[in-house]
T-cell receptor
Framework: DSGVTQTPKHLITATGQRVTLRCSPR?????VYWYQQSLDQGLQFLIQ???????AKGNILERFSAQQFPDLHSELNLSSLELGDSALYFC?????????????FGSGTRLTVV | SQQGEEDPQALSIQEGENATMNCSYK?????LQWYRQNSGRGLVHLIL?????REKHSGRLRVTLDTSKKSSSLLITASRAADTASYFC???????????FGTGTSLTVIP
């Protein structure tokens, strides 16, 4: 157990639907990162939150949004789902928002859009 | 692209041999990390090397960094079947600790 908890582990949904992925960071970590891993795109950085505030955006689609709550857990919302959104979604956490710290990854949520 | 690229894409070796993977990147970086991923699982942090460091060791792992060539290598010595996994390098071109991952090297260690 890495200390980063992601739920659910698996999710199957239909095109056009909306889903919410949840992440609880490792205890004491203030920064949360979301990544998408697909076969053709590899690991893509989506977005980073630090202590409740958005810190950086990567290749996140407008249909996707995220937030980090006061208890530091984070949610990634995916809407108007398309077949191409099928992927593994990982959450990672680190102690701070900068300074070169290694990430602790969760075990991921496997999203299948049918 | 800000991502690094690992080379080779796939590597197959016998148990006990050494495995070397390379990573090249395009922009200047603050830090470089290596991660391991077992099939379909989360990534595990192996080692972080800062831009002012040239070499780092951790157990059977040795990482080198050449910022003039924008490249890094990961050496796994005396490989074991349990080392079978994909290995990724990740670089942070900014100061905000956002890491961009390469495409990975798939390592198979044959018992």
């Amino acid at each position: 157990d890495s200390g980063v908890t992601q739920t659910p582990k698996h999710l199957i949904t239909a095109t056009g639907q909306r889903v919410t992925l949840r992440c609880s960071p490792r205890s004491g970590d203030l920064s949360v990162y979301w990544y998408q891993q697909s076969l053709d795109q590899g690991l893509q950085f989506l977005i980073q939150y630090y202590n409740g505030e958005e810190r950086a955006k990567g290749n996140i689609l407008e249909r996707f949004s995220a937030q980090q709550f006061p208890d530091l857990h984070s949610e990634l919302n995916l809407s108007s789902l398309e077949l191409g959104d099928s992927a593994l979604y990982f959450c990672a956490s680190s102690p701070h928002g900068g300074g070169g710290y290694g990430y602790t990854f969760g075990s991921g949520t496997r999203l299948t859009v049918v | 692209s800000q991502q690094g690229e690992e080379d080779p894409q796939a590597l197959s070796i016998q148990e006990g041999e050494n495995a070397t993977m390379n990573c090249s990147y395009k922009t200047s970086i603050n830090n470089l990390q290596w991660y391991r991923q077992n099939s379909g699982r989360g990534l595990v942090h192996l080692i972080l090397i800062r831009s002012n460091e040239r070499e780092k060791h951790s157990g059977r792992l040795r990482v080198t960094l050449d910022t003039s060539k924008k490249s890094s290598s990961l050496l796994i010595t005396a490989s074991r079947a349990a080392d079978t996994a994909s290995y990724f390098c990740a670089t942070d071109p900014n100061t905000g600790n956002q890491f961009y991952f390469g495409t990975g090297t798939s390592l198979t260690v044959i018992p």
